[in-house]
């Protein structure tokens, strides 16, 4: 039997909830979970998933025999899930009254499991926390909508807006742009607010019907689970709309890349104050600067937590605006790590290295990880550069095998996300890019087949 929190049980009463979806954000970032009626949750009867649920790739598939065997117990054992209150939340496209919470995962022992993606970002807070400390983070993404596409062989295209014409011209910023679906963004906006996600502003991107939403800053985990839940609502509206949203880091040719940007500073827990401002605008405090120098030093192991798809990859090597390089600079968005201009109490850094189709959780968790080691190793980073950082020496990896080589060589970053968790993490994505490397695609019937 679980407990039910006293104010979670109200709340679901209070509404008249029929259903409880439960859902635990797996190693994509997306909802794995049951669907159970409101009475039987209510009773504490308790939730369980097998915890393979975790070593499974995006195509359902699962890593080689050894590293699954190393981390799966031969019995396939439970993990038992346990409600986050504070993620409760209405579900607001369902027709009767029903409820979507975010659960932790445990073992029978009632430890956090080391596998589930929320458990690794709450380990790398509990490590600030230790050092009282709380990051703060205000993520944005960016997101396409694209006409429906069911046959996985045709190319994406720009969806038929009021107006009767899709979009042909980049429209970044245009106000215009966005009021093409204006049903659509009226929805997305009422969803937002009856499932109490704190986002900010939408604008358009450059790309065609290329958007980004920006959401309010906030502790890291609260962030992460707004992002997750977003994704999903998102997708579900499109829909509604008969167009489809994704957030697939380059899904058109000739389009810019989906980016996922995060903006991030520390508070001192017990006064408040960020910890990052110096006494004025320009001072630059030494945890800041060490801040920055961990995440120089460690951004490269850390890709593919950033772009964790081959996909990814397109919007690196090949973007518009996607960073190439660990470069900082102030007010500087060609760089990968920026500094906006602010005032110097709401000093923070922008890291523009994670693409939309990065797990909300993990890539927080990383980019944490890589700035705490530099406060702990006192890393000082490079001089600030005012250049177009795209003409620097490239230092990123931009190929999917060399950015899972990086992550498996930097032990620094496995004793803090987890040394198991790393190794299932790298075991998945292997057995992902094998499984993409069977595919013959279009080009090589195209080019190859009567040519060589």
Same mark, same amino acid.
């Not at 439960?22 to 794995?32: F, I």
């Not at 346990?82 to 975010?102: F, G, H, K, L, Y």
């Not at 245009?174 to 963004?185: G, M, R, T, W, Y």
């Not at 790393?422 to 499984?435: D, L, M, P, S, W």
């Given at each position: 039997m679980t407990d039910i929190d006293k104010d979670l049980r109200n709340w679901i009463l209070e509404r008249n909830i029929d259903e409880i979806e439960?859902?635990?954000?797996?190693?994509?970032?997306?909802?794995?979970g049951k669907i159970i009626p409101a009475n039987r949750f209510l009773k504490g009867e308790g939730v369980r998933l097998p915890e393979a649920v975790f070593m499974q790739t995006v195509t359902g598939?699962?890593?080689?025999?050894?590293?699954? =065997?190393?981390?799966?117990?031969? $019995? %396939?054992?439970?993990?038992?899930?346990?409600?986050?209150?504070?993620?409760? #939340? *209405?579900?607001?496209?369902?027709?009767?009254?029903?409820?979507?919470?975010?659960?932790?995962?445990?073992?029978?022992?009632?430890?956090?499991?080391?596998?589930?993606?929320?458990?690794v970002l709450r380990g790398v807070l509990k490590r600030f926390a230790d050092d009282g400390l709380e990051p703060i983070i205000?993520?944005?993404?960016?997101?396409?909508?694209?006409?429906?596409?069911?046959?996985?062989?045709?190319?994406?295209?720009?969806?038929?807006?009021?107006?009767?014409?899709?979009?042909?011209?980049?429209?970044?910023?245009?106000?215009?742009?966005?009021?093409?679906?204006?049903?659509?963004?009226?929805?997305?906006?009422?969803?937002?607010?009856?499932?109490?996600?704190?986002?900010?502003?939408?604008?358009?991107?450059?790309?065609?019907?290329?958007? =980004?939403?920006?959401?309010?800053? $906030? %502790?890291?985990?609260?962030?992460?689970?707004?992002?997750?839940?977003?994704? #999903? *609502?998102?997708?579900?509206?499109?829909?509604?709309?008969?167009?489809?949203?994704?957030f697939l880091a380059k899904p058109m040719e000739n389009e810019p890349g989906s980016s996922m940007h995060?903006?991030?500073?520390?508070?001192?827990?017990?006064?408040?104050?960020?910890?990052?401002?110096?006494?004025?605008?320009?001072q630059l405090t030494d945890v800041f600067r060490h801040y920055i120098g961990g995440l120089q030093k460690y951004t490269p192991g850390a890709m593919i937590f950033y772009a964790p798809y081959v996909n990814s990859y397109r919007r690196l090597a090949y973007g518009d605006a996607a960073p190439t390089n660990v470069a900082w600079g102030i007010d500087n968005r060609t760089a990968g790590l920026r500094m906006p201009i602010s005032r110097h109490s709401n000093r923070r850094i922008e890291t523009r290295f994670a693409g939309s189709d990065a797990n909300p959780y993990l890539a927080i968790a990383a980019s944490l990880a890589c700035g705490y080691l530099g406060i702990k190793e006192k890393i000082e980073p490079t001089e600030p550069t005012d250049l177009d950082a795209h003409t620097l020496e490239q230092t990123l990896p931009v190929a999917f095998e060399v950015s899972l080589t990086q992550l498996e060589e930097v032990t620094a970053l496995h004793e803090i996300l987890g040394?198991?968790?790393?190794?299932?993490?790298?075991?998945?994505?292997?057995?992902?890019?094998?499984?993409?490397?069977?595919?013959?695609?279009?080009?090589?019937r195209d080019y190859l087949l009567l040519n060589v």
């Open positions: 439960t859902l635990v954000p797996d190693m994509t970032g997306n909802a794995r598939d699962w890593p080689d025999d050894e590293i699954y =065997e190393a981390l799966v117990h031969p $019995a %396939d054992r439970d993990l038992f899930l346990r409600a986050d209150p504070s993620t409760a #939340r *209405m579900v607001p496209w369902a027709q009767e009254p029903t409820a979507q919470i975010i659960h932790d995962c445990v073992n029978a022992e009632g430890e956090d499991h080391e596998l589930a993606p929320r458990n205000a993520p944005e993404v960016e997101f396409y909508l694209v006409e429906k596409n069911t046959n996985a062989d045709n190319p994406l295209r720009p969806p038929v807006g009021r107006s009767g014409r899709p979009e042909r011209a980049r429209q970044s910023y245009s106000i215009d742009a966005v009021n093409e679906f204006d049903p659509l963004f009226e929805e997305m906006y009422d969803f937002c607010d009856a499932m109490d996600l704190d986002v900010d502003t939408l604008i358009h991107e450059s790309g065609a019907a290329q958007m =980004e939403v920006n959401f309010e800053h $906030a %502790d890291a985990l609260s962030r992460a689970d707004q992002v997750f839940l977003f994704k #999903r *609502m998102m997708r579900e509206v499109a829909m509604r709309h008969d167009v489809f949203a994704t995060i903006h991030q500073s520390l508070n001192d827990v017990k006064t408040g104050k960020n910890i990052f401002a110096g006494t004025d605008d320009q040394k198991n968790f790393v190794k299932a993490y790298a075991g998945i994505k292997r057995k992902e890019f094998e499984t993409f490397f069977r595919v013959i695609s279009s080009w090589e």
